[in-house]
């Protein structure tokens, strides 16, 4: 594997960052990366709380470099712990820094909490009719509204232009859409040196988060880990000596970490059949059956990775959903 002083040779550096959400997998990192005139790209800009935005200015002081150096913020995927800290780097930088994200991102990072005080009312529709309780969800939206918290919205990010590469001093990065863990998530590959910044796509020991996403109106449509299965698939083939993660540690076998991910997706859908081989059940149902001990606050991402595998099982056949009622159930098909 290709060791970290040997990517900061090709001007690339990895900075980690606290995060007080400990199902991440570890502090989250924001690459920062040499371009051609002297200056900065930085891929991801941590979350926006006060530990997060000292620990990017003391990475950057430690590779002799400071926010006035940050010419492009490109983010990998619409989510608090990514994008938090891009205003902080935007302000210190004392010049126009755009920041960049994937359309189908883009209201995310934009809007941040004031896009999910609109979308909440959809969000509580769609849970309970997933079965989630009243009693619960209070406290789920609680707990998103806390996460919204620590980022301030980027009203001035703009597309990201997948076709153009990101040139740096020593490397070259495509720009890769792999949806799955958001609808926009991109991750940067160069194929000369093999390195792949994965973000939040492939993790080395845990499972990306499949979340549920509605729209305002409670539109559906988006299944992510379907979407997710088939992205990393993509990466599969690729050829890759080192991973860059978002968070953690950088680890190599890419081919690997996949397969132990994809037996456990193959592991928690047969468990989910054995449940419904009980009866019908709601998604809700689901989740607690496989997370018993879960707080309330951490439905949403436990009732996301419930509806996430049955949608997996319903586009194989395997399952199908009843919609009788103000309840959405699965049974076996």
Known sequence: ????????????????MPIPFPEA????NAYALADRDGGLVL???GLGSRDA??????GLRRIGRSPSDVRRIVVSHGHVDHFGGARTVMEGAGHDVPVEVHPRDLPKVAGAGARWEELAPAYGAHLRRLGVPAETLGEAAREVARGFALARPVPSARPLDLEEPVRLSHATFEIL???GHTPGLVCLYDREHRIFV?????LERVSPNPLIEVGPGGEEGWRPLVAYLESVVRLRALEVDVVLPGHATPFDD?????????????????????LLSKGPATAWELSRALFPAAPPGATFLTV???IANLEVLEARGRVAREEGGALRRFRLA
């Open 1 to 16: 594997m290709i060791a970290e002083r040997d990517l900061a040779d090709l001007g690339i550096h990895r900075i980690s």
């Open 25 to 28: 997998g570890g502090p989250v």
């Open 43 to 45: 891929f991801d800009a």
């Open 53 to 58: 935005e000292a620990a990017l200015a003391e």
């Open 177 to 179: 859409h792999m949806p």
């Open 198 to 202: 994965s973000d939040d796509h492939l």
């Open 254 to 274: 890419h081919r690997r970490v996949i397969d132990r991910l994809l037996h456990f997706y193959g592991k928690r859908q047969a468990r989910i059949e054995e």
């Open 304 to 306: 996301s990775e419930a």
